[in-house]
């Protein structure tokens, strides 16, 4: 699909929950609980993007290991490593980041700012609205009702 993430992000909204770096994981945890999301963007006070802190932090850097959630800072356990996108990505170039570098989350950024980010549900919602919207015309087109399924 050529739909650029942009699309998708007008749709979903471009608000972003963050997290400071000094956060403890508990409270990450729980801003991520309490939004029902798999992931906090961490960034420092002058908005500058430091990192990505998700479920699979939790699990392979402080579950895994035994590390105390209520006193280990965010910045010691995100991932810095960021693999990002623009608005002019496209849906099919941003499921391939997801299947190449086994992520679930795209923070989307126009000349450096965060703009938005993107899930893998996300995506998947889209794409099932897409062909849910093919089948339609296909069913129309078939049954021979072309004025309606334009």
Do not use: W
């Amino acid at each position: 699909m050529n739909t650029p993430l942009s699309h998708i992000l007008s749709q979903k909204g471009a608000s972003v929950t963050t997290v400071a770096p000094s956060a403890t994981v508990s409270e990450a945890v729980h801003v991520m609980n309490q939004c029902h999301i798999g992931a906090v963007l961490v960034m420092n006070a002058d908005h500058k993007l430091l990192g990505i802190f998700t479920e699979r932090d939790v699990l392979s850097r402080i579950v895994g290991p035994g590390a105390d959630p209520k006193t280990t800072q965010v910045q010691a356990v995100m991932t810095t490593n960021l693999v990002t996108a623009t608005n002019a990505t496209t849906v099919d170039e941003a499921m391939a980041l997801f299947m190449e570098r086994r992520i679930r989350h795209l923070p989307v950024l126009d000349h450096g700012v965060i703009v938005g980010i993107i899930s893998i549900g996300d995506i998947n919602r889209r794409m099932l609205e897409e062909n849910l919207q093919e089948a339609r015309h296909l069913r129309h087109y078939i049954h021979g009702d072309v004025s309606s399924a334009v």
